[in-house]
């Protein structure tokens, strides 16, 4: 046996200069004198011995890291010190001396043991603390020790059971007392055991048979009734933790909703809801409030989509054909959302590991006369120069031809000029006054086309729509509204009639009223011809064209009017603290008081006589157009209306994209609205996204734009389950609600609210017959083919651009006809509607006259599918094909019957293949809806078996790295986008879709998704700016750059081209890129990233955990411990405040 005058030689040696003097024994010294002081613990009897033993250990696991604690706990520590318990314990006089320390030592190491619930019930330490703590119930010092053990006993679920058989939970009850302001230390210590009891399901359950819900309601009441300085806000907590583990039990939510435990905690949330110092309390009422509120299904017949189309192959059960249970809740091409509900699988479960499936295997799945058929779409190939005299003739007179506004393309003299207040200049003329500055000018290090001064404006008030979102202020920046609305006032619109006009209405052989056609032609001359490649008369004619599975009869104002962008980005909006839970709140407020709720339907498409007439006091609503998407609206109160979005067609799943009309409206009144069946479980919306409006008034009034709008905008989880009914017997899923207030720019207005800015498929098609009309037809080689008919009978646009050939020579139609292709593709899923703002961006670019577009037109050919998915856009569609699936997951083995559009996409690329034209990049855009930024998602072998802890070797190591180059370069070059946020990795789910199949079966190494965010940045140039068309469209210009730059750093890269370049543009800033992007590496993880935004706030979790923290409750325990140490001579009086209780112990 050590003697104490070793030990204590031990314990000054570790803890004073000896320590510092031999810094390189030391670690052998320490491990040496625990396994002494264990053993010599364990061999000990007399209490000198074992005080000075304890004393040792104590001071050795007093400084540190926990690493001492664990190994300790390796050499049979936690047993010695158990063992040690139980003997003293059973002694004849057991003596407080020995056994507080001794608490406390096992209140430390039990904390990091994760055994030892299991290892005290195996040492009978459990018996013999219950009964050390009964003995002591009217010794609160002994008891508070007692207390911290069973604590960390019952960290265990299955020791808790165990401790709750034993009559432990009788044994709290007697300690925790109604209100009192003695020994209020012991009374938290017992509610922290009851509540980590509670944990136990079995615990939960003989709390409700024995009353305790209600013990616990009159506790809590008491507690707060009485506190009124707050002083004791943490025992309060404690309580409400209880209550919160009980309630996940149906019988535990039975019983609270029986003793009126919802309109006690709501009267407390009340009271306190504004008081910071209640955060715990708030917290924990809102939780326990919102698990208790009744679950109920959607106000809806059914959840099918109210449309309907008979695709062939589609199916009338929940789950379509071809929809795996994992797309369910998928959203953009790499999104994978996890439920709180369900337990989330690791995402590296989801790599594929599987050898097979990761390396390339270019084949043919197509026979070659079937091939065959593409070559009419690539007629480049076979082209002479001749065709362009006999399409033109000798007399084309290229200065006649309308050339393309190239002034929304972003640039810096777009910059010193007003981009909208151009009614009295041609296209022509200002392509011939306006110097174009390259796009060189716009990379990350050099200017922006976002103006500096956007992120430095004041923040205002929320509901103060009209200037935070830019009403009323014209092109020159006047406040305009006053005489504006003048000037609107004498034109006597029918702003109900013209806001959504019908798509024959001005057409000659309309059967429609003449007044009808009169009005329309009005409309029609009051535009103001100012937004760029948009023509309203153009638009009408393909809206007339388009076919929808409704058969719509009327347009939405802003597709048929255009958009115009504001000059300057809106900042991300502050998120107001308690928004979140004042709206939980208010639905909670709905079932306790629901007199004041009016519940009155007033649209519905299952109901269409609900429509509201002119002289309703309500609001009217309106989504019978192309993309439009609102099912239902429901008047709440006077000014709040619940609404539901419509599922994708032949489906019942992806409710997340909105676009529809509102008018009836009041200026100066704040109206709710909240989109209650949401799918997403977290939102963009949570971190300053706001949704987008369009006001017709505006419009006439010539400021026709797309804005951000909304305050006090949150996104939660609500009372709607859907029935497990209505997905094959499948556990029904949850919804959310996203609300936003809005206060409205005009009185009697007709407004247009979306998810994002819209863009329609009848847009697209005008875009780009007016692209075709305004190139010049010498300088670009514009083409547009139809790849095939959509399901829905819409052609779905295949355009090839590229440039036409210096002559007819050999020489020069072999350079036109080795031109290397790039493919790229969008919208696939119809509710990105940002991927064709980028698009647009890329295509006004391609056919641009600035230098990087003439260098990339003369040594690519583009083929570019910019809307895959007609039918789902058309339809108002989120995510699927009128057969009710994701068309990118259906790349494997595409049909041409049921996936046509993607079928003859796969065939043109294997075609190109076949023939030696495979694409040098291929890339998809879409949207991200939980992230920021823009980034790329590519496809590699060695850094997916890496990151799943794989052996990397053969074709692995030998893995072309050039899929890299491109995201790298767009990190140095696009203001948007960002390396931090790209992955390469291939996944088990991702595999039918196009960017893997593309990667692997042809040999693309450089397959890409881009993703951009419906949000904005949170990094860059745009940090904390929410993105606009005009970002948007850059970026697709950049994509472009970025694609010059990397053929410049190819080896394939030609002397003349990189002589071209060098002359055409700017040689220093070309090298100064060139060199960055070649010698920088990203510093970014080359793993993506699980999440791009942290929790939310306040966030409500609905776990059964969510609650407990277990590093927060570690470190708060361990510091009791600590000044219990510190103070252990002190009588305990009364317990300090929650301010004093957080103090720091030196």
Not at 256 to 281: R, W
Not at 446 to 469: A, E, H, L, T, Y
Not at 582 to 606: A, C, G, M, T, Y
Request: glycine letters at 6%.
């Amino acid at each position: 046996m050590v003697e104490p005058p070793v030990l204590d030689a031990f314990s000054m040696y570790f803890t004073g200069s000896g320590a510092r003097e031999h810094q390189s024994n030391k670690w052998q010294l320490l491990a040496k004198a625990r396994c002494l002081s264990v053993l010599s613990l364990q061999n000990s009897s007399d209490k000198a011995s074992i005080l000075a033993i304890l004393q040792v250990i104590s001071d050795l696991l007093s400084v540190g890291t926990d690493r001492r604690i664990y190994y300790m706990i390796s050499k049979g520590g936690s047993e010695a010190l158990l063992q040690t318990l139980v003997d003293t314990a059973r002694s004849a006089s057991p003596d407080s001396d020995i056994l507080l320390p001794l608490f406390r030592l096992l209140a430390k190491v039990g904390l990091r043991d994760k055994k030892f619930g299991q290892k005290a019930l195996e040492s009978e330490a459990l018996d013999v603390t219950l009964i050390l703590a009964r003995k002591n119930l009217s010794h609160s010092q002994n008891l508070l020790h007692c207390l911290w053990a069973l604590r960390v006993f019952a960290s265990s679920v299955t020791t808790g059971a165990m401790l709750g058989i034993n009559g432990a939970m009788e044994l709290l009850f007697k300690v925790i007392s109604p209100y009192t302001r003695k020994h209020t230390r012991t009374i938290r210590a017992a509610t922290e055991v009851l509540a980590a009891l509670l944990k136990s399901k079995s615990n939960c359950r003989r709390a409700v048979n024995r009353g305790y819900v209600t013990s616990l309601l009159r506790l809590h009441q008491d507690w707060h009734s009485h506190d009124v300085t707050n002083t004791y806000v943490l025992i309060r907590h404690e309580l409400l933790l209880c209550l919160r583990h009980i309630v996940t039990l149906r019988s535990g939510r039975e019983a609270f909703l029986a003793a009126q435990g919802m309109e006690t905690l709501f009267s407390i949330a009340q009271t306190c809801l504004e008081n910071k110092s209640m955060e715990p309390v708030i917290s924990a009422v809102i939780q326990i409030l919102r698990q208790c509120y009744p679950e109920s299904p959607l106000p809806l017949v059914t959840t099918r989509s109210a449309y309907t189309f008979p695709a062939p192959g589609s199916s009338s059960s929940g789950l379509p054909q071809g929809l795996a249970e994992e797309d369910l809740e998928d959203d953009g091409d790499e999104e994978m959302d996890k439920d709180s509900d369900a337990e989330a699988v690791k995402e590296d479960d989801d790599l594929e590991t599987d050898m097979n499936k990761l390396s390339p295997n270019p084949g043919f799945d197509l026979p070659e006369e079937e091939l065959a058929q593409y070559a009419v779409m690539c007629p480049e190939l076979s082209y002479n120069c001749e065709e362009l005299e006999s399409k033109y003739g000798d007399d084309l007179n290229i200065k006649a031809t309308p050339f393309a506004n190239h002034h929304h393309i972003p640039s810096v003299a777009s910059l010193r000029q007003q981009c909208f207040n151009r009614e009295h200049s041609s296209w022509g003329q200002e392509s011939e006054d306006t110097d174009h500055i390259s796009i060189l000018h716009l990379v990350k290090g050099g200017k922006s086309s976002i103006r500096p001064s956007s992120k430095q404006r004041p923040v205002m008030n929320g509901n103060q729509s009209i200037p935070q979102n830019g009403f009323g202020i014209d092109s020159s920046g006047h406040d305009a509204s006053d005489d504006s609305q003048a000037s609107l006032e004498q034109a006597a619109w029918d702003i109900e009639a013209i806001s959504c006009p019908r798509i024959t209405a001005s057409f000659s052989n309309s059967t429609k009223s003449e007044e009808g056609n009169e009005t329309a032609e009005k409309l029609l001359h009051a535009h103001l011809k100012n937004t760029p490649f948009h023509d309203p008369h153009l638009y009408m004619a393909n809206a007339m064209r388009t076919r929808s599975a409704v058969g719509f009869k009327m347009m939405a104002l802003p597709d048929l009017w255009g958009h115009c962008p504001p000059t300057t980005a809106q900042p991300m909006l502050d998120r107001k603290l308690g928004v979140q839970r004042i709206k939980i709140l208010e639905d909670v407020r709905r079932l306790l008081q629901p007199s004041d709720v009016i519940n009155k339907v007033v649209f519905s498409l299952d109901e269409p006589w609900l429509l509201q007439g002119p002289a309703s006091s309500c609001l009217r609503f309106q989504s019978k157009f192309e993309s439009g998407n609102l099912r239902k609206a429901i008047q709440v109160r006077e000014f709040e209306y619940d609404l539901l979005v419509n599922a994708d067609v032949n489906s019942s799943q992806h409710q997340q994209w909105f676009y529809f009309k509102v008018s009836g409206m009041r200026t100066a009144v704040i109206y709710r609205f909240n989109i209650i069946n949401c799918e997403k479980p977290n939102s963009q919306f949570n971190y300053g996204m706001q949704p987008t409006l369009y006001s017709v008034k505006e419009a006439l009034l010539g400021r026709p734009a797309w804005i951000r709008t909304g305050s006090e905008i949150c996104y939660y989880k609500n009372r709607y389950r859907q029935n497990a009914a209505a997905v094959d017997g499948a556990s029904g899923k949850h919804y959310y609600t996203l609300t936003f207030a809005v206060t409205f720019p005009h009185n009697d207005d007709a407004c247009y609210l979306a998810y994002h800015y819209p863009y329609t498929y009848s847009t697209l098609m005008t875009h780009l017959e007016i692209l075709e009309r305004s190139i010049d037809p010498r300088q670009v080689y514009f083409r547009q083919d139809v790849l095939c008919q959509t399901l829905g009978g819409n052609p779905c646009p295949l355009v090839t651009i590229t440039a036409f050939p210096e002559s007819n020579s050999a020489e020069h139609l072999e350079q036109f006809r080795c031109r290397p292709y790039q493919v790229i593709t969008a919208r696939v899923h119809p509710g990105e509607s940002n991927a064709s703002w980028v698009m647009k961006g890329t295509l006004e670019f391609l056919v641009s006259s600035d230098p990087v577009a003439k260098l990339l037109r003369e040594n690519f050919v583009f083929k570019i599918i910019p809307m895959l998915n007609p039918d789902g856009v058309i339809n108002g569609n989120h995510r699927c094909s009128l057969r009710g699936e994701d068309l990118n997951r259906q790349w494997l083995i595409p049909q041409a019957h049921l996936q046509p559009t993607i079928y003859h996409t796969k065939g043109l690329l294997h075609y190109l293949s076949s023939i030696g034209k495979g694409p040098v990049v291929f890339c998809d855009f879409h949207g991200h809806s939980q992230k920021k930024n823009v980034f790329l998602y590519g496809c590699s072998m060695k850094e997916t078996l890496w990151q799943a802890g794989c052996t990397v070797g053969g074709s692995a190591l030998l893995e072309d790295v050039s899929y890299r180059m491109l995201p790298k370069i767009l990190d140095k070059l696009a203001p948007a986008f960002t390396m931090n946020s790209c992955s390469f990795l291939v996944e088990k789910s991702r595999a039918s879709t196009a960017r893997v199949v593309v990667w692997r079966e042809l040999g693309v190494s450089r397959s890409y998704t881009m993703e951009s965010s419906y949000c904005g940045c949170n990094q860059g140039p745009y940090q904390g700016l929410q993105f606009g068309t005009r970002e948007l469209e850059e970026m697709g210009a950049m994509f472009c750059l970025g694609l010059l730059v990397m053929e410049l750093r190819s080896a394939r890269c030609s002397h003349k081209l990189l002589a071209r370049a060098t002359a055409l543009l700017n040689a220093d800033v070309l090298d100064h890129y060139l060199q960055r992007c070649s010698s920088s590496s990203s510093s970014s993880s080359r793993f993506s990233e699980v999440d791009d935004e942290p929790s939310c706030m306040e966030e409500i979790d609905y776990s059964a955990d969510s609650s407990s923290d277990p590093e927060h409750n570690l470190a708060e325990l361990d510091r009791q411990i600590q000044e219990c140490a510190f103070n252990k001579d002190e009588e305990e009086g009364t317990e300090e405040g929650i301010g004093q209780r957080r103090r720091s112990v030196p």
